[in-house]
């Protein structure tokens, strides 16, 4: 529960914003009733420990608490650079990531090393629960992955009609112009705006010093092409998917609480925003672009994508 408590917490949610169906929270609750409930067999005596095992389990246990603990006090109090990056992901979630991959892989340690203990394992114990430990974190990886790779077609005309549609910001080139991704996606939603299935269009995404916002380019391009600057709302202060969705969530005087939201954006990207969406409650659909990826970049964006879900489903970040 501590876990669960954090997660919400960091993101300006409570527990009564639980949802047990939420992929992360079955993840996070089944590592957790694996544990606890290996340490009551234990304790029932229905199975013998060394001392010396059981120590070690409680070192893994600290260990792991202390990563997590420390991972929210760098996301929460620490400051760093927002405009750093570091595998095309802001410097100061990729160290938050690492504290919270360690606890993670921690977990799943004692998790298989218990249950080693219990069913009586005991040739090169250590080392096979080592091998077993990255293999489950490496089967973890592989389910996201064919989570992103095998999600809905997001190019299918469902015909309704939206009054928010939310276009998350890109990168932006030289001469304040957008990327091609960028640019997919607002071209999209000029698409869908003069098709009369969007009312308004969120602009989201911050900038590097001495640049324009990423949600000033796609003000300025939209604008240039005839879109009412009225059916504009800008956000200009976020940096990553999840600010922009929590910005919509907690930050904004949008009245989107009693209908559905567009989400116009890549497909790769969208199995993600929407696995966020639902975390906080934002009910959302998706709709992709019509911009084409090279193969090398498709598989780049999307190996990306289902490790960032990953760290998403576990610790919402």
Sequence with gaps: MLLSFIKYKINGLTLFDY???YIGNVLNVSISFGIISGFILLGLGKKS???ARFNFLLILQILSLTSLLLSVILFDFIKLATDQYLFSFPVKKVYTGILMTISLFLQIYSLLY???????????FEIRTLLRSISALLLLILFSIFFVSNANNYKKNNGFKYDYALIPGAAV??????????EGRIRKALELYRTGRIKKIILTGGNAPGELSEAEVAYKYLTNLGVDYRNLIVEQMTSTTTEQIKYIRNDSDL??????ILIVSDDF???RILQICKFFNIEADGIATEHKL???K???YRTRESIALLLFWFFAI
């Design 19 to 21: 949802r047990i169906d």
């Design 49 to 51: 420990i060394e001392k």
């Design 114 to 124: 218990l249950w080693g203990i219990i069913l009586g394992f005991e040739k090169l």
């Design 173 to 182: 080139w030289k001469k304040d112009k957008p990327s091609p991704i960028f």
């Design 255 to 260: 009245t989107i609480s009693n209908s559905k």
């Design 269 to 271: 990207h969208l199995p």
């Design 294 to 296: 090279t193969f090398e």
């Design 298 to 300: 498709t598989l780049f």
